[in-house]
């Protein structure tokens, strides 16, 4: 957790959740996440070999869930700030591009708002 955010994290993810990325630093070393916008794989998030995608001025570091760092861009963001994401895992196959594709399970992001005592600590309001 980041001291200057209070303990408030912007994503966590769920149990299930982690055993997957368990499986997929395993198999394929280290991780790393990026919330799809859209396009392609729609808006899911998107789980790649650390540094395969490349993350620049235009992205925002979320956190991290399992050890790998969670990004979305900054645009992305703006829509999403005022709540918290939650990274899940569903049966079925995800965007093309990510590594959860051949397990037969894909993330899924859900999320709830803040609550206003958060969203102060976040520097929101």
């Known amino acids: 957790m980041n001291p200057q955010d209070g303990g408030v994290r912007k994503v966590i993810a769920t149990?299930?959740?982690l055993e997957l990325i368990e499986l997929l630093k395993k198999k394929h070393g280290p991780l790393m996440f990026h919330q799809s916008g859209g396009c392609c794989d729609g808006s899911s998030p998107m789980c790649f070999p650390a540094g395969e995608f490349l993350v620049g001025e235009s992205d925002v570091r979320m956190?991290?869930?399992?050890?790998a760092p969670f990004y979305m861009s900054k645009a992305q963001y703006e829509y999403w700030?005022?709540?918290?994401?939650?990274?899940?895992?569903?049966?079925?196959?995800?965007?093309?591009?990510?590594?959860?594709?051949?397990?037969?399970?894909r993330f899924l992001t859900r999320s709830r708002l803040f609550s206003e005592e958060?969203?102060?600590?976040?520097k929101l309001l």
């Open 15 to 17: 149990d299930a959740a």
């Open 63 to 67: 956190g991290e869930i399992g050890g």
């Open 81 to 105: 700030k005022y709540t918290q994401l939650i990274i899940d895992v569903v049966p079925g196959r995800g965007g093309m591009f990510s590594l959860e594709g051949p397990e037969g399970k």
């Open 118 to 122: 958060e969203q102060r600590i976040l």
